[in-house]
């Protein structure tokens, strides 16, 4: 029987430790399970830093991965995988994109053909310019190697082992954070904005499972969005209710309206997924989803396991 082994890069943050959840609960030979004959490592910073080549070399050279899922994002880190994927005959690589490599005007909803239709959010130019190189080296060893090497566009990630620092967290972490600490002080929950922005949220579990079915099934080298569809979008001042439900928050709950929404939305369609897919695939209803997530937060909070800096 071949071996096949699977490295995952990034494996100890917020997707990487989605995949290890699915993979270590999913019935094995199941479509999101793991197969007989099949090893994965989930690799850390600590197994070798992927800035630095003989360091990456190194991590291919002990592992001999022949699939990989690629989870870091500046370009140095793009070449080292990309490149040492190809010289050690990786079967088939996954890198891991963002909505920020769209073009700061672009026609909505966001699919895979606009990638390159413009230039980037200022705020986003040099973390959206490097992750389209990604997508341009995969063709590029495509057309010139054979490479089978893809990537996958998630839109906004959240779940257990997120990063809840409060100065640097996305939006739900932050807000579950947020509301802990009014509710623990005593203090308003005031949340930036009108909260009438909407949002695609994705729960770090179900995309693990959309990147262990790309890994199983989708060849092609064109990305592929993983998302809830448009119609589940859904508004910041929804999801800031949910948390105070969830957080059993009982205090003063309001908007500041004097802080700036942000883009009102940026809607991606998932019909190209749910096409490859052959059929719906069952996402984790939003608030079942948050419930685990704030579940996860607080029973962490004291151990500050990815919680990031916490306040006090």
Known sequence: MINNVVLVTGGTGLVGSAIKHVIETEPVGSRFGKREGETWVFASSKDGDLKDIAQTRALFEKYKPTHASFLRDNSLINDNVIHTSYE????????????????????????????????????????????????????AYKDQYGSNFTSAIPTNIFGPNDNFDLEDAHVIPALIHKCYLAKKNGTPFVVSGTGKPLRQFIYSYDLARLFIWQLREYDDVEPVILSVGEDEEISIKEVADAIVEAVGFEGDYSFDVSKADGQFRKPASNRKLLTALGGKFEFTPFNKALDDTVAWFLQHYNSGARIGKVAV
């Open 88 to 139: 050690t005959n990786v079967q088939k690589l996954i890198s891991c994109l963002s909505t920020c490599v769209y073009p700061d005007k672009v026609e909505y909803p966001l699919d895979e053909t606009k990638i390159h239709l413009g230039l980037p959010h200022e705020s986003n130019f040099g973390y959206a310019h490097a992750k389209r190189m990604v997508d341009v080296a995969n063709h």
